[in-house]
């Protein structure tokens, strides 16, 4: 059984992000899907500082100061790209412009819920950034997320014990184990890694799973950290 | 690919319902989509309601459509143009509902509307007939007015130029109510002087960007008189 | 006895307003003030469909049709002018960004309390456009109107009979009579026209009028009617 | 004559009070006004209230206000930034109260009071932690959370260009929080790296009109790294 690599699990979303897509970029994992929409597609990604068409990481030499992403990291912008001010990209996130919202998580619940601004030691300074907004103002909100903690604890879980962001608003999870949806009746799984069961799938996740009739297998091609990245 | 051009106006305006709820930008006769609103008269849409800042002036564009008893009701800040007839008739009739709001609170409710802001407190109306009915509420002890979101199942938009994906650039004070009324539709259809590349315009340069563009229709502006 | 022109009232209200002022010229009357700024001062007029800096009407041939001001009327933008949204002008003129609102008017109560936006006519549909906005939301609020009515009715009177825009605004009015401060005490007279003495004055106001002790004469150079007006 | 322009940081700092509330923008260190934060610390000024997006990097500008002592309070989304050390140890230690709002209501609350909007509802933070101790109401079902304006007495922002009326124009992501806090302030300082002709700015270009801003020091950039 071969876990993918976070650069697997954005590879992944990207495959099913569609022609002419909106998308907000959260920080972390999420800010490396704009590396792997196929071939042909136009999707636009979105920043909360305030960039439309956010473009891949710059070549070497062609590195522009002003020219950042949620998490900091220097982007380009394509073209068609368009700048805002920050009171309007949060318009675009609050206002349901956004076709979809791709974020990372400490925790999601079988209900949706979402928690990924705070855990529970008090003596780490919390951050919201535009998680809260995003959550509510996306018409979906996608998460990505390692299956489990560093030391095996399930991230998908029956309830949240961290501070929730926003209850009842995640659709679709990738992990690196399995993409799931999240249903009226709890997660359902779509996919799996090749040589993960059901059984230990579940042993992982602190929720009851469902599997799709059609459960797929999981798979993304091999990709190295780009130089660029 | 991200084309949002479409081939014709009446295209452009097919699929407006009776009954739906139309934002139309302009202040008088800068920045007004009049050839959409006259291809939405053609269309024959009825029992509209129509948010925009004024009630149409001589017979064309929102002054037809009311004039032909389209519309039921007006959302507006100034019916009172350069020549209203076709307004004040039908007002004096009692064939059109009027909803007057102060011209910041309507804009401010459409950009609530296009923000994902509910409601607001503003002091704008407070003790005035235009409050009435309203809730009012004191925040250090001044009276406010709550006025809640308007959004559109369509808004009808007019820029100077656009690209494919829906990139918008304004001229002069042709700009006002377009940004604005952009945001606040579930169908935004700009009709544009003309068309450029993508890529042509200055990222720090676009005035409406794409994201809140659903179709882009080419009216040449008729020579300056 | 020589009343002043409403282009003599409008450059009266021009000559009280310092280098450097931000100031919104309301429909009729008020847009003539800018044609009358005292050489050397610069102020920068702002007009509700999103024109900061608006200049003197067009040189003929020389007509931007998508350059208008709040009354309609083709206007030129000086060096140093911008463009925003509606939303925008709003937010200056709702803000408290404005260091002046000149607005023409119905009625002026000694309260302060502004008429202009309905008569008492039911079949004259109203008009609001940004009066409730400008009265609310400028530093200062100043009314340019004539004295009477064309039937020679009062327009500064005890209590408003038609609907108000917004109570206790009006600080100052110019009209082709005279020259008022609002205070507390009601209608003080600054400035009032040659030949006319205070009973005079008086008759044709409907509330107690006080005089300031410097009461001067209020008079204007004679103004013809531009070309380009 | 309009000049906006003052001939140092220390000039354009000067009359910052104890106890001011100062609005700064940026995100991260893009956009952010670090020679006027530096300023801000030569002067002086204690128990400010600082409104930012975030908490400081590193040891220049905002963290070395914190580090030294100086705010009271910190209103931003996202104090965890890279190396935030400097507030860190003042909130472990509790030296600087947080109030953490979503970064998008920060932001809508800077602009409702540069807006003379009081006050608006928004879903974002309904039910969570952060709506704790605030009026919650339902529209249309749905819970909403009663948000107030934020105002500074002085807003630090930074711009690409200005000419001396105080009209500014923004490159690329530099933009930010910029155009939002210039609105909001009493007085608003803007550094800019360059003076350009008043005129030579396209109005349809200008990104915060001159209204908005009150004073503009020139910080030439440091070459690019």
């Given at each position: 059984m071969t876990p993918l690599s976070r650069r697997q699990i954005a590879w992944r979303a990207a495959q099913d992000l569609p022609d002419g897509a909106y998308v907000n970029l959260g920080i972390g994992l999420p800010t490396l899907v704009s590396d792997y929409i196929p071939e042909g597609r136009e999707v636009v990604f979105h920043s909360e500082n305030g960039v439309l068409g956010l473009g891949p990481a710059p070549a070497p030499g062609e590195e522009d100061p002003d020219l950042i992403n949620a998490g900091r990291g220097l982007v380009t912008i394509v073209p068609g790209g368009a700048i805002v001010h920050h009171n309007d990209a949060f318009l675009i996130i609050r206002g349901g412009h956004l076709d979809y919202s791709l974020l990372g998580a400490f925790q999601v619940s079988a209900a949706g819920d979402l928690a990924n601004w705070a855990t529970d030691d008090p003596t780490f300074p919390p951050g919201l950034g535009g998680a809260m907004d995003l959550a509510v103002g996306a018409k979906e909100v996608r998460v990505l997320i390692e299956h489990t903690t560093k030391d095996g604890r399930p991230r998908l879980v029956a309830r949240c014990t961290y501070p929730l962001t926003a209850a009842r608003c995640v659709k679709r999870i990738y992990t690196n184990l399995a993409v799931l949806d999240v249903t009226e009746a709890g997660f359902v799984v779509r996919e799996m890694v090749a040589g993960l069961d059901a059984p230990a799938l579940q042993r992982l996740t602190d929720a009851p799973l469902a599997f799709a009739p059609d459960c797929g297998v999981l798979k993304a091609p091999p990709l190295g950290e780009r130089a660029r990245g | 690919m991200i084309d949002k051009r479409v081939a014709s106006l009446a295209e452009a305006v097919a699929d407006v319902k009776d009954g739906s709820t139309v934002l139309c930008s302009g202040f008088g006769s800068v920045g007004e989509p009049v050839e959409l609103i006259e291809a939405l008269h053609a269309q024959g849409a009825r029992d509209l309601v129509i948010v925009a800042n004024?009630?149409?002036?001589?017979?064309?564009?929102l002054a037809r459509l009311i004039g032909s008893g389209r519309v039921r009701k007006i959302i507006c800040s100034f019916p009172r143009t350069a020549d209203p007839h076709c307004f004040d008739e039908a007002y004096r009739a009692g064939k059109i509902e009027l909803e007057l709001v102060p011209q910041g609170t309507l804009s401010e409710r459409i950009r609530a509307g296009g923000a994902g802001i509910t409601a607001f407190y503003t002091r704008v109306s407070a003790g005035t007939d235009i409050a009435k009915g309203k809730e009012v509420r004191l925040f250090n002890g001044e009276p406010h007015v709550l006025e809640e979101a308007i959004r559109g199942d369509f808004a009808f938009i007019r820029a100077e130029s656009a690209d494919r994906w829906g990139n918008l650039v304004y001229r002069r004070a042709a700009r006002n109510f377009n940004p604005v009324m952009a945001c606040a539709a579930e169908v935004t259809v700009a009709q544009v002087a003309r068309i450029v590349e993508?890529?042509?315009?200055?990222p720090d340069h676009v005035?409406?960007?794409?994201?809140?563009?659903d179709r882009v229709v080419v009216v040449p502006r008729s020579p300056r008189a």
């Open positions: - | 004024n009630a149409g002036l001589g017979d064309t564009g993508l890529g042509s315009i200055d005035h409406t960007p794409g994201i809140f563009v």
